[in-house]
């Protein structure tokens, strides 16, 4: 994942910002649930650096997803961005899932990336009849839109997400700088999304700090953590989102997604074992630890 990245760490406050005023009134809103639930996982499964210290010795390509599946309770799923899988794909992507496991498909890219969310009923409803063959096991979708998706495109954006059916659940990342520099934009867009109830999605990454907006609009927190490499400052980073955790299970919040991503993915597994070990033990859940060789 390039998006985010800083040339001086030395030179980046990591400091993880307070939680918006609308995320306090938020959570003083809910209920809490009879069950929260806490998913960490990857941005794929297909890394071959993996065989030898995550996948086992000699683990062949085809295998990984079956160790993956083992070992974590979601993926971040970026191949649907790419093409709309047919049903025999994600049939075989869901072989031998638990019916705790969560798959979070990424809007495909000719919606949000060719068309940009105008004149896609069609290609929409395509990507949704493909998805919905994840059944059970499917999770929160998230839908990226491009660095250069400006504001003054806010009503195309409402339009096509008060369009969206109301199952499964959205979750929306935005990368222009003209989302978060103005609090007016910030605020419509804010309010947009409640009406239409997609979720924000926040992401933290060294070289953008304007986009850990800290801005919930449902319950649902949907994180993606981007590391750099092992870098001492990944896991301060990670222990003070486990904070942040905490709060906001303490106060009724339904679910949150810790999607861990790495500009060398080859040390993703690493820094989810210390994420799940953290949460494990600073949040009382019983997340299952991914096993290193």
């Known amino acids: 994942m390039d998006f985010g990245k800083a040339e ?6 990591f400091t993880l910002p307070d939680d918006h005023p609308d995320t306090e009134k938020l959570l003083k809103s809910l209920k809490k649930p009879k069950k929260q639930e806490v998913y960490v996982g990857c941005a794929k499964w297909g890394i071959k650096e993996w065989v030898g210290k995550f996948y086992p010795p000699k683990t062949k390509e085809k295998d990984f997803r079956k160790y993956y599946i083992t070992q974590f309770n979601c993926i971040e799923l970026n191949p649907t961005h790419y093409r709309i899988p047919k049903k025999e794909i994600i049939n075989d992507w869901k072989s031998g899932v638990s019916k705790d496991f969560r798959f979070c498909p990424k809007f495909y ?3 949000s990336h060719f068309k940009r969310l105008k004149n896609c009923e069609e290609v929409t409803k395509v990507f949704y009849d493909s998805i919905s063959n994840f059944g059970n096991n499917l999770g929160t979708c998230f839908l990226q839109l491009p ?13 096509y997400l008060k369009s969206l059916p109301k199952k499964p ?19 419509e867009l804010y309010a947009m999304l409640k009406k239409n109830k997609i979720g924000y999605v926040i992401t933290d990454a060294a070289g953008r700090r304007d986009v850990i907006h800290m801005r919930l609009s449902t319950p649902t927190a949907f994180i993606r953590f981007v590391g750099n490499s092992l870098h001492p400052t990944d896991y301060t980073r990670v222990d003070e989102w486990v904070m942040r955790i905490k709060k906001w299970l303490k106060a009724g ?4 997604y810790f999607l861990m991503h790495m500009h060398d993915e080859r040390y993703s597994p690493e820094l989810c074992v210390y ?12 997340l299952t630890v991914p096993v290193l060789k």
Not at 147 to 159: G, I, M
């Open 8 to 13: 001086n760490l030395d030179d980046v406050d």
């Open 147 to 159: 660095p250069n998706y400006p504001p003054k495109n806010l009503q195309d954006l409402d339009n």
């Open 253 to 256: 919040i339904h679910n949150v």
């Open 109 to 111: 890219q000719g919606i």
């Open 275 to 286: 994420v799940i070990n953290k949460l494990n033990k600073e949040c009382g859940l019983k």
């Open 169 to 187: 659940e959205v979750c929306l990342e935005l990368r222009h700088k003209g989302w978060f520099n103005d609090p007016k934009i910030g605020d």
